[in-house]
């Protein structure tokens, strides 16, 4: 019996000893086990962001650009994303979301528990290869703003970690604002506020129930659910998210049906749309390029909201004009156009086909011969050469602003790519819209507008050459006053002029003094405007002459933002008085004889244009570029046309030179301004100095003259001008109005070479 007690002692013993050392190793499996996962979740968590990258979440962001009526005009991005806070997203955005994917949302804390067990459960019993996560709103946000995409155990870890941050870092509305705003809803959309304007154009505000329903349905699937590629799964899955919204009491039943029996209705601009004013938005962002590098900031990724000049009404009526006048410029040129063809020929030589058959080692005949024989493409390659190219731009005088841009003949937003931007990158000769700066010189010096300068050719040595300018009509005429010779664009006397009582430098300090910032060269053609300029800086120079002599810089934006709407920079143009007020009213005063009676009259009598208004007309020599340029105290324009390739030019005057192929545009875009009451453009004076004078004077014999007759109308002078107007009077009348040089040298003309221009 002891024996047997003691067996049992023993084995109990053992037994002990053995559920002693079980669980030892038990523990031991479980100390390593929760080492391991301690372990395990410190290395994980080392990698989710910190409380200060969760407090300041930095998706990127595209900055927006605005016009000064409140317009969006454009997008620069890497993501087509803008943030809007929750109560600037319609109501029924968030109630479709919450409906459709955390009906728990404002309950848990980050992880629907119940959900996940559910969704666990139901994937081993189908025996799913793809889970279901069952993720949360805020899972999803965790996964969008630090966490990468990929379906692994370690990121649905670090996914659970840090929502339970965020719902602890965030209110429940922020996280839906988060989400709302960094989520992908395709077609290059990031954000709820990008997908609205890409798929209805309109804000995420604006978004009515049905709209709400089809961008939330996206979200499940951007591809299959896409609106504008597959509109039936668009439409079934949006029905699905209204009868959902339905159940939850989210929405009425009669709200519901309503919805569904409605058609998707997209007014779809995806992220390729260049937007409105596209070579403006262009000219923006290259401008915005030394502002980026001085500020630190990224334009593509900050979220900036960039406030331009740009009136989007008046852009709009910018590109209508151009459009329309083009089209009828374009016909007339295509009627009478004539290849010469070694003009041809020398097209096919200069691209790259040819030098590609060249460098194969093919002769130039049999290159030349080959590609002729590809109709198509000659004929593609000589429809483009002869495309007629535009340039409109209109500025505020009195502060710059820029209020319209159209920078070639295609600006439609699908279709624009980084075009060649006639307004600000093409340097053309101006004809006689330099003449105003000739003028200018010499009021300022004292010559009246009455003085009269022989209209008769001027031979010039040039070196070893002889240079002679005449007028475009071939005609010459006799003594001419200053006011007419400008309203008529007459060239020999503006070189006489030029010749007599001026240099070319001199000249050239005025223009660069008003605007003008292309070099000028100092020689004597310069008075028929044969140095290149772009249509922006003339357009800023003839602003002078709209805001009392005041020149004001050009501009295009007048504030930047960040993100959080605080100001990052103001814009304060830079400015100048470039002329005496006097000098500056005289000639405002003769460049509205421009329009009146001169070359600019089709604007009053053809387009019925009445206001106070100035210009000058301009066309170079041989037809290659035709303008107009025209102001009134609030707005003044520049128009341009002509063809890339200056090898290229119009063929006749009827259609071809400034006061016929530019000059309309001017006029219609003017006319449909004043059209539009919403602009506010009303006809006012231009400022007239106290000390202007102003006589009455005989068109017939320039002196001064009774006033309310038909040949006489009101001159005025500068006191300097007045002071030489008396002097000419007090002279006998068949010497007070003789130049200084009336001859021509006769021998010289027959070795020169004649410039016309109008």
């Given at each position: 019996?002891?024996?047997?007690n003691k067996?049992?002692?023993?084995?109990?013993?053992?037994?002990?000893?053995?559920?002693?050392?079980?669980?030892?190793?038990?523990?031991?499996?479980?100390a390593?086990?929760?080492?391991?996962?301690?372990?395990?979740?410190?290395?994980?968590?080392?990698?989710?962001?910190?409380?200060?990258?969760?407090?300041?979440?930095?998706?990127?962001?595209a900055?927006?650009v605005?016009?000064?009526?409140?317009k969006?005009?454009?997008?620069?991005?890497?993501?087509?994303?803008?943030?809007?806070?929750?109560?600037?997203?319609?109501?029924?955005?968030?109630?479709?979301?919450?409906?459709?994917e955390?009906?728990?949302?404002?309950?848990?804390?980050?992880l629907?528990?119940?959900?996940?067990?559910?969704?666990?459960?139901?994937?081993?019993?189908?025996?799913?290869?793809?889970?279901?996560g069952?993720?949360?709103?805020?899972?999803?946000?965790?996964?969008?703003?630090?966490?990468?995409?990929?379906?692994?155990?370690?990121?649905?870890?670090?996914?659970?970690?840090?929502a339970?941050?965020?719902?602890?870092?965030?209110?429940?509305?922020?996280?839906?604002?988060?989400?709302?705003?960094?989520?992908?809803?395709?077609?290059?959309?990031?954000?709820?506020?990008?997908?609205?304007?890409?798929?209805?154009?309109?804000?995420?505000?604006?978004?009515?129930?049905?709209?709400?329903?089809?961008?939330?349905?996206?979200?499940?699937s951007?591809v299959?659910?896409?609106?504008s590629?597959?509109?039936?799964?668009?439409?079934?899955?949006?029905?699905?998210?209204?009868?959902?919204?339905?159940?939850?009491?989210?929405?009425?039943p009669?709200?519901?049906?309503?919805?569904?029996?409605?058609?998707?209705?997209?007014?779809?601009?995806?992220?390729?749309?260049?937007?409105l004013?596209?070579?403006?938005?262009?000219?923006?962002?290259?401008?915005?390029k030394?502002?980026?590098?001085?500020?630190?900031?990224?334009?593509?990724?900050d979220?900036?909201?960039?406030?331009?000049?740009?009136?989007?009404?008046?852009?709009?009526?910018?590109?209508?004009?151009?459009?329309?006048?083009?089209?009828?410029?374009?016909?007339?040129?295509?009627?009478?156009?004539?290849?010469?063809?070694?003009?041809?020929?020398?097209?096919?030589?200069?691209?790259?086909?040819?030098?590609d058959?060249?460098?194969?080692?093919?002769?130039?005949?049999?290159?030349?011969?080959?590609?002729?024989?590809?109709?198509?493409?000659?004929?593609?390659?000589?429809?483009?050469?002869t495309?007629?190219q535009?340039?409109?731009?209109?500025l505020?005088?009195?502060?710059?602003?820029?209020?319209?841009?159209?920078?070639?003949?295609?600006?439609?937003?699908?279709?624009y790519?980084?075009?060649?931007?006639?307004?600000?990158?093409?340097?053309?000769q101006?004809?006689?819209?330099?003449?105003?700066?000739?003028?200018?010189?010499?009021?300022?010096?004292?010559?009246?507008?009455t003085?009269?300068?022989?209209?008769?050719?001027?031979?010039?040595?040039?070196?070893?050459?002889?240079?002679?300018?005449?007028?475009?009509?071939?005609?010459?005429g006799?003594?001419?006053?200053?006011?007419?010779?400008?309203?008529?664009?007459?060239?020999q006397?503006?070189?006489?002029?030029?010749?007599?009582?001026?240099?070319?430098?001199?000249?050239?300090?005025?223009?660069k003094?008003?605007?003008?910032?292309?070099?000028l060269?100092?020689?004597?053609?310069?008075?028929?405007?044969?140095?290149?300029?772009?249509?922006?800086?003339?357009?800023?120079?003839?602003?002078?002459?709209?805001?009392?002599?005041?020149?004001?810089?050009?501009?295009?934006i007048?504030?930047?933002?960040?993100?959080f709407?605080h100001?990052?920079?103001?814009?304060?143009?830079?400015?100048?008085?470039?002329?005496?007020?006097?000098?500056?009213?005289?000639?405002?005063?003769?460049?509205?004889?421009?329009?009146?009676?001169?070359?600019?009259?089709?604007?009053?009598?053809?387009?019925?244009l009445?206001?106070?208004?100035?210009?000058?007309?301009?066309?170079?020599?041989?037809?290659?570029d035709?303008?107009?340029?025209?102001?009134?105290?609030?707005?003044?324009?520049?128009?341009?046309?002509?063809?890339?390739?200056?090898?290229?030019?119009?063929?006749?005057?009827?259609?071809?030179?400034?006061?016929?192929?530019?000059?309309?545009?001017?006029?219609?875009?003017?006319?449909?301004?004043?059209?539009?009451?919403?602009?506010?453009?009303?006809?006012?004076?231009?400022?007239?100095?106290?000390?202007?004078?102003?006589?009455p004077?005989?068109?017939?014999?320039?002196?001064?003259?009774?006033?309310?007759?038909?040949?006489?109308?009101?001159?005025?002078?500068t006191?300097?001008?007045?002071?030489?107007?008396?002097?000419?009077?007090?002279?006998?009348?068949?010497?007070?109005?003789l130049?200084?040089?009336?001859?021509i040298?006769?021998?010289?003309q027959?070795?020169?070479?004649?410039?016309?221009?109008?």
């Amino acid at each position: 019996m002891a024996t047997q007690n003691k067996k049992n002692k023993k084995k109990q013993q053992n037994s002990r000893k053995r559920a002693l050392t079980l669980v030892s190793v038990l523990g031991a499996v479980a100390a390593a086990v929760l080492l391991t996962a301690a372990i395990y979740i410190f290395s994980l968590t080392r990698s989710l962001p910190g409380i200060e990258e969760l407090e300041n979440p930095n998706p990127e962001l595209a900055s927006l650009v605005y016009s000064r009526d409140g317009k969006l005009l454009h997008k620069y991005f890497l993501k087509n994303r803008t943030y809007v806070p929750l109560d600037s997203i319609s109501q029924y955005v968030p109630q479709a979301l919450i409906s459709t994917e955390d009906l728990a949302f404002y309950d848990h804390w980050g992880l629907d528990v119940r959900r996940f067990v559910l969704a666990m459960a139901e994937n081993l019993i189908r025996g799913r290869e793809r889970w279901h996560g069952a993720s949360t709103i805020t899972q999803q946000l965790a996964k969008n703003l630090f966490l990468t995409q990929e379906r692994t155990i370690n990121r649905k870890v670090k996914e659970f970690f840090t929502a339970v941050e965020l719902e602890k870092t965030y209110t429940k509305d922020e996280i839906l604002a988060l989400y709302l705003n960094t989520v992908y809803f395709g077609s290059g959309a990031y954000g709820i506020e990008a997908a609205a304007w890409t798929y209805f154009n309109k804000p995420a505000s604006e978004l009515n129930l049905q709209e709400s329903a089809t961008l939330v349905g996206i979200l499940k699937s951007p591809v299959a659910y896409d609106p504008s590629r597959n509109p039936e799964n668009s439409k079934s899955r949006r029905n699905l998210i209204l009868n959902l919204m339905k159940k939850e009491g989210a929405i009425t039943p009669e709200q519901a049906e309503r919805a569904m029996q409605s058609d998707i209705v997209l007014t779809y601009t995806p992220v390729t749309n260049h937007g409105l004013a596209p070579y403006f938005t262009e000219y923006i962002r290259q401008n915005l390029k030394p502002f980026s590098r001085d500020h630190d900031i990224n334009v593509y990724r900050d979220g900036l909201r960039i406030q331009t000049t740009l009136d989007s009404r008046m852009q709009q009526y910018a590109e209508e004009a151009v459009s329309e006048h083009i089209a009828w410029v374009q016909e007339r040129f295509d009627k009478a156009w004539k290849w010469p063809a070694d003009l041809k020929n020398q097209f096919i030589r200069e691209t790259s086909r040819y030098r590609d058959l060249i460098d194969k080692g093919m002769k130039g005949e049999d290159a030349l011969k080959q590609l002729k024989a590809d109709k198509a493409w000659v004929n593609n390659l000589l429809h483009d050469k002869t495309r007629v190219q535009v340039a409109f731009v209109a500025l505020e005088p009195s502060t710059g602003h820029i209020l319209a841009w159209v920078g070639g003949n295609d600006f439609s937003p699908g279709e624009y790519q980084y075009q060649f931007d006639h307004v600000w990158q093409a340097h053309r000769q101006p004809g006689s819209t330099f003449k105003p700066f000739v003028y200018t010189a010499a009021i300022d010096k004292g010559i009246p507008p009455t003085y009269q300068i022989l209209d008769q050719p001027l031979a010039i040595e040039a070196g070893d050459e002889v240079w002679i300018a005449r007028n475009s009509d071939k005609k010459s005429g006799g003594l001419t006053p200053l006011r007419t010779a400008l309203s008529k664009s007459v060239n020999q006397v503006t070189v006489r002029l030029l010749h007599e009582f001026l240099t070319p430098s001199e000249v050239i300090r005025y223009a660069k003094r008003m605007g003008i910032r292309s070099d000028l060269a100092p020689n004597m053609s310069i008075a028929l405007g044969t140095s290149e300029v772009n249509p922006l800086e003339l357009a800023s120079a003839f602003g002078t002459f709209a805001n009392n002599g005041v020149w004001v810089e050009p501009n295009a934006i007048t504030r930047i933002e960040d993100r959080f709407r605080h100001t990052v920079s103001e814009v304060e143009p830079a400015s100048r008085t470039a002329l005496d007020s006097t000098t500056n009213y005289v000639m405002v005063s003769m460049l509205q004889d421009v329009i009146k009676r001169g070359t600019g009259r089709a604007i009053p009598y053809r387009y019925g244009l009445r206001m106070e208004a100035g210009g000058k007309t301009g066309t170079t020599q041989n037809l290659k570029d035709a303008w107009f340029v025209g102001f009134t105290p609030q707005i003044v324009g520049v128009a341009w046309a002509g063809f890339d390739d200056e090898r290229i030019a119009f063929t006749s005057m009827s259609y071809g030179q400034g006061a016929r192929a530019a000059l309309p545009i001017w006029a219609k875009f003017m006319k449909k301004c004043y059209a539009d009451s919403t602009l506010g453009m009303e006809n006012q004076y231009f400022h007239m100095p106290d000390n202007i004078i102003a006589v009455p004077v005989s068109r017939t014999t320039n002196r001064p003259a009774q006033l309310f007759t038909d040949d006489v109308y009101m001159e005025y002078f500068t006191p300097k001008g007045f002071k030489k107007y008396q002097t000419q009077l007090a002279r006998p009348a068949e010497e007070s109005f003789l130049p200084a040089d009336p001859g021509i040298d006769n021998g010289l003309q027959q070795t020169a070479q004649p410039y016309n221009t109008q």
